[in-house]
Nanobody
């Protein structure tokens, strides 16, 4: 089992930037894919970005491509989400997730077996 702890959420003005961090423990971090998802009240959890176990491949939803960057530091057991040019529509609870069954991962929330507690992002217009 993997334990995930997110940090870095908060309030930001539209056009601003934030960086989320997610620290993992419990299994060899470099062996599994990681992802970021977000959720707003009444909606399904939405894929944001994912990164393969080595960090060599990254994938993004169309809504964040070009503005968000996912990265990982396997020496620190941490995955990051750099969010730039934030929009009010980006406001949500953001979750990091681990797909411990795969080093490649997918974009489906159901394939991620471990989740962080979530961190709130609020974007003021």
């Amino acid at each position: 089992q993997v334990q995930l702890v997110e940090s870095g959420g908060g309030l930001v003005q539209a056009g601003g930037s934030l960086r989320l961090s997610c620290a993992a423990s419990g299994r060899t971090f470099s062996s599994y894919a990681m992802g970021w998802f977000r959720q707003t009240p009444g909606k399904e959890r939405e894929f944001v970005a994912r990164i393969t176990n080595s960090g060599g491949h990254t994938y993004y939803s169309d809504s964040v491509k070009g503005r968000f960057t996912i990265s990982r530091d396997n020496a620190k057991n941490t995955v990051y989400l750099q969010m730039n040019s934030l929009k009010p529509d980006d406001a949500a609870v953001y979750y990091c997730a681990a797909d411990t069954s795969s080093g490649w991962g997918t974009s489906a929330a159901a394939d991620f077996g471990s989740w962080g507690q979530g961190t709130q992002i609020t974007v003021s217009s």
